[in-house]
């Protein structure tokens, strides 16, 4: 990247969004704000928090409250991350969703180069939970700090403070200027598609597998968690999705063309 300091410190401040999802304790959103704020992040989004910000909440932001204020509310994580051009979500252990995975250093990197595209997200789940395995899904790459596997959670805002100093360090001049970072950035050369093109896409590459019976009576979870990956990791741009739907389009027209002669066929040798 070519920005100056400033420019990469803006674009942390105003693109890097810090969503928090299902969080339980009203005082964790107050906490990740005061994380976000001393690193110089503002953008504090929630999805379906279980309580309220509450008097918790802005004792614990000491100071840091204007975020959690400004903190718009989503009901899904599908809806916080539609026009952003990279999420990220933070795991506390490795699951079975199979997400490239990065360290926290590489993550902040990655988000703060394609914060020159557009918004990107960095997703925290529930203190108990986590994320689940749908909203993982909706993620680009995970990141896990790598805590001790014996003791691998970090208190929710202990984990923001974690990513939103890394995003601070790229936005200072380490990580940002890494190539790797850079080359992350869509090799299509027009940036990448907000999310809500990919998920259109992911909707239409569904329908069109059932289409064409590609499952054969197999659950379709495990295809599509292998194709999502694979897509997502190809970092597509508006066009690119245009041109692919564009084949999904014809594919589905041609299963339906093969249903109906198949029927015909099917009626013939009654
Ligand atoms: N018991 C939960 C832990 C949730 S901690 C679980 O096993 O998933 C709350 C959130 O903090 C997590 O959802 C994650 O976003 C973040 N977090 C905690 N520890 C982390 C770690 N080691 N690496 C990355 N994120 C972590």
């Known amino acids: 990247m070519s920005e100056s300091v400033s420019t990469r410190e803006s674009l942390a401040r105003e693109r890097v969004r810090i969503v928090l999802v299902g969080t339980q304790h009203p005082g964790n959103i107050g906490a ?55 999420v990220l979500g933070c795991t506390a252990r490795s699951r079975r969703v199979q997400l490239e995975q990065l360290e926290p250093a590489e993550g902040a990197a990655r988000a703060l180069a394609f914060a020159a595209q557009g918004p990107v997200a960095l997703v925290f789940g529930r203190e108990r939970t986590g994320l689940d395995n749908n909203e993982l899904q909706l993620c680009h790459a995970s990141i896990h700090i790598p805590s001790d596997p014996d003791f691998s959670s970090l208190n929710l805002a202990a984990a923001v403070q ?23 950035v869509v090799a299509s050369g027009e940036g990448p598609a907000p999310h ?53 389009a014809d594919t589905q027209r041609m299963a339906m063309l093969a249903g109906r002669t198949g029927g015909e066929q099917d009626s013939r040798s009654d």
């Open 162 to 184: 974690v990513l939103s100093y890394e995003v601070r360090v790229a936005a200072l001049g380490g990580e940002g200027g890494r190539p790797a970072a850079a080359a992350a």
């Open 32 to 86: 990740a704000a005061r994380a976000m704020k001393t690193m110089g992040l503002a953008r504090l989004v929630l999805v379906a928090p279980e309580k309220a910000p509450d008097r918790d909440t802005v004792a614990m932001a000491a100071g840091a409250d204007d975020l959690v204020e400004a903190a718009p509310v989503f009901d899904t994580l599908a809806d916080a991350v539609a026009d952003c051009a990279l």
């Open 196 to 248: 809500q093109e990919l998920e259109g896409f992911f909707a239409q590459l569904a329908q069109t597998l059932d289409a064409i019976d590609f499952h054969k009576g197999r659950t379709p979870d495990s295809a599509m968690r292998k194709l999502r990956r694979l897509y997502l990791r190809a970092g597509l741009g508006s066009a690119e999705i245009r041109l692919l739907r564009g084949v999904l």
